[in-house]
Nanobody
Framework: QVQLVESGGALVQPGGSLRLSCAASGFSRTYFGVGWFRQAPGKEREGVSCISRSENVINYKDSVRGRFTVSRDNTKNTWYLQMNNLKSEDTAVYYC?????????????????WGQGTQVTVSS
C-alpha cells in the first residue's frame, strides 16, 4: 500500500524558513515524479513545485521561485521542500504527491498518490 507522510509544517514568522519532508513507502516502482502542492483556506489547491525522477527537470510556481527549493533522495524515497523568506501568503496546508511517470508537472490532476498534508502558518 502506497503511503506518503509529510512533516515539517509549523508556525513561523515572516522571513523565516522551514523544510518540509515527504517520506514514501509501499512503492513497487522507483520511476516517478514528485510534486508539492498547497491549499489555503477558501482557495483551490495549487502546484508549488515539482521534480522529475532523474532531477533533470524542476519547476516552481512563480511566486515561490527563488525562495523555495525542491530536492529528493531516491535512496530513501524521501523528498524535501526548503522554504526560505516565508511570507504570510505562503500560509496553507502543504501536500506532497507522486505521479506514476517520471516527469515534473504542477497540475494536481497529474498525480496519483497524495499525503495527508502539513500545516504551514506564516504570521507574526
Amino acid at each position: 500500500q502506497v503511503q506518503l507522510v509529510e512533516s515539517g509544517g509549523a508556525l513561523v514568522q515572516p522571513g523565516g524558513s522551514l523544510r518540509l519532508s515527504c517520506a514514501a513507502s509501499g512503492f513497487s516502482r522507483t520511476y516517478f515524479g514528485v510534486g508539492w502542492f498547497r491549499q489555503a483556506p477558501g482557495k483551490e489547491r495549487e502546484g508549488v513545485s515539482c521534480i522529475s525522477r532523474s532531477e533533470n527537470v524542476i519547476n516552481y510556481k512563480d511566486s515561490v521561485r527563488g525562495r523555495f527549493t525542491v530536492s529528493r533522495d531516491n535512496t530513501k524515497n524521501t523528498w524535501y521542500l526548503q522554504m526560505n523568506n516565508l511570507k504570510s501568503e505562503d500560509t496553507a496546508v502543504y501536500y506532497c504527491a507522486v505521479r506514476l511517470s517520471a516527469g515534473c508537472r504542477l497540475s494536481d490532476t497529474e498525480y496519483d498518490y497524495w499525503g495527508q498534508g502539513t500545516q504551514v502558518t506564516v504570521s507574526s
